[in-house]
């Protein structure tokens, strides 16, 4: 873990990447674009641990991450709406 984000950062792709990097000790460039269960189970504890949020996510929405992409929109939406007093 590289430490906590600034106050008005939002996850992004490079972040995203990173977070999923630590998950087998590898490389960013080595992360694939898809994503599997344990993958995103990972990535779901290291966002709550950095960014001092949890995630309810139901079987449906966790269902739904299968890219990096999809995860790196998850954890913004997280964050915009913890901001905006809303449970995520």
Do not use: C, K, N
């Not at 992004?12 to 189970?41: H, K, N, Y």
Request: no cysteine.
């Amino acid at each position: 873990m590289t430490g906590s984000p600034l106050p008005d950062a939002l996850p992004d792709r490079a972040e995203v990447l990173t977070m999923l990097a630590a998950f087998g000790q590898r490389a960013v460039g080595t992360v694939p674009e898809d994503l599997g269960s344990l993958e995103l189970t990972w990535l779901v504890a290291e966002f709550e641990q950095r960014y001092g949020l949890q995630l309810d996510l139901d079987d449906d929405r966790f269902g739904a991450v299968r890219t990096v992409d999809d995860a790196t929109g998850l954890l913004r939406e997280a964050v915009l709406a913890d901001r905006a007093g809303a449970r995520p």
